[in-house]
């Protein structure tokens, strides 16, 4: 398996533009996460998803931030408009919930996203 | 409501020295708990983690942890390091299918 895919892996905007980035999760799981990591807060759960099924968005920072899952294979996490405070490394993770709690999150290489 | 406390957020070591990198957890149920290792751009690893049985729990790259109920921890150790276990380490605790990440411990080997 190739493992949770994420691309870009490095994306570079202005502040203002539309941000997408896109992840495709390890087939057969049906957890997908999506984390924000920053010197200044750390890992931060954004939201994640079970079964395609957004069940808890209360770490997306604000109305800017959407995330969509629209099928098993695919998910994207967009910010619009981008501002520089949302420079940071995103990460999807995926984990194959039967009976949910012990099981491993796999991560991907992340996307360095810079706002100037 | 669960939470990880990671108290060192740098850990500088000597090569092939031993290292114990801290982990206290809060919660109101029983806990999975897990550490996770990140090296230098990439995303994080599972080292190992605790679901039931023996509170020692033995992982990958010769590292352990111990699971302690009454002190709530679950400290990791490695008794000798190498400078390839140079890396961010963070301890999660799990609530359903969500984790609940530490602020992560910087593990620096020194020649």
């Known amino acids: 398996d190739a493992g949770v895919i994420q691309s870009p892996r490095h994306e570079v905007t202005e502040m203002g533009q539309e941000v997408t980035l896109r992840c495709k999760p390890i087939?057969?799981?049906?957890?997908l996460f999506w984390y924000r990591q920053t010197m200044m807060r750390g890992l931060e759960l954004l939201i994640y998803?079970?079964?395609?099924?957004?069940?808890?968005d209360s770490g997306m920072p604000e109305d800017r931030f959407s995330a969509k899952m629209p099928n098993a294979s695919f998910s994207t996490l967009k910010i619009q408009p981008s501002e520089p405070r949302d420079s940071a490394v995103y990460f999807c993770?995926?984990?194959?919930?039967?009976?949910?709690?012990?099981?491993?999150?796999?991560f991907g290489p992340g996307t360095r996203l810079t706002v100037l | 409501a669960q939470s990880v406390t990671q108290l060192d957020s740098q850990v500088p070591v000597f090569e092939e020295a031993p290292v114990e990198l801290r982990c206290n957890y809060s919660?109101?149920?029983?806990?999975?708990l897990f550490w996770y290792v990140q090296y230098p751009n990439q995303g994080l690893q599972l080292l190992l983690k605790?679901?039931?049985?023996?509170?020692l729990v033995k992982g990958i790259n010769g590292f352990e942890a111990e699971f302690n109920k009454s002190q709530t921890s679950f400290h990791l150790r490695k008794p000798s390091v190498h400078i390839s276990d140079t890396a961010e380490y963070f301890c999660?605790?799990?609530?359903?299918?969500?984790?609940?990440f530490g602020t992560g411990t910087r593990l620096t080997v020194i020649p």
């Open positions: 993770a995926s984990s194959l919930e039967a009976g949910g709690r012990g099981n491993e999150q796999f």
């Open positions: 919660s109101s149920v029983s806990v999975y």
């Open positions: 999660a605790v799990s609530e359903w299918s969500n984790l609940f």
């Open positions: 605790y679901l039931s049985g023996s509170t």
């Open positions: 998803f079970n079964n395609n099924v957004p069940i808890d």
């Open positions: 087939s057969g799981h049906n957890s």
